[in-house]
């Protein structure tokens, strides 16, 4: 009796899947990212072609589950950042960005997008470095990054011509490898 019941409800729950099966031929209502041929697309792909059609949220769930496939990767990480930064949710973009560069500190979309995290937050002159450090992994071929850099050196001076600054000594601390910041002390 169970046995029969069982089998029952595995024929009626097939059903409707058995619809849904194809010969070959690509099914008009394939969900994105699903190649009907039984080849799985790449989530990086196919968050990358969400990203062209504005499409973030989708993008980010997509680079999600290419990190789930791939691991935490440079690129898995760089891609999860921008999709973050794409929504305006700059913490976690920032977050992920320097994760992505502690993986590769050369990886230069990471940089860049870094710097952008920055210069949103106001945080100019870490932007201005960290964009001439990707100029210079880029070797300036990049115009964006380019035309980036000189927007954090045009922030980052005029903040400091238009900002009155009240007198402090001031504190060399070093953060990583290389990297140092001025810190005042009131």
Excluded at 85 to 101: I, Y
Aim: charged share 20%; glycine share 10%; with cysteine.
């Amino acid at each position: 009796m169970v046995a029969g019941r069982l089998l029952w409800v595995a024929v009626v729950f097939s059903l409707p899947l058995m619809g849904c099966m194809n010969s070959g031929s690509v099914t008009r209502n394939a969900p994105l990212g699903v190649d009907t041929h039984g080849q799985a697309v790449d989530g990086l792909i196919v968050g990358h072609r969400l990203m062209e059609a504005g499409e973030y949220e989708l993008a980010l769930k997509a680079y999600y589950r290419a990190a789930g496939t791939h691991g935490l990767t440079v690129d898995t990480l760089s891609a999860i950042g921008s999709a973050n930064l794409a929504l305006g949710r700059l913490g976690q973009a920032e977050k992920v960005l320097r994760r992505a560069l502690e993986v590769d500190p050369t990886f230069v979309p990471a940089m860049n997008n870094l710097g952008v995290v920055l210069t949103e937050k106001g945080n100019y002159g870490e932007a201005r470095l960290v964009f001439q450090q990707a100029f210079a992994q880029d070797s300036g071929q990049t115009d964006s990054i380019r035309e980036n850099l000189k927007l954090a050196i045009a922030k980052s001076e005029s903040s400091v011509y238009d900002t009155p600054q009240e007198e402090g000594e001031f504190q060399l601390v070093r953060r990583d490898k290389g990297q140092y910041v001025l810190l005042t002390q009131l």
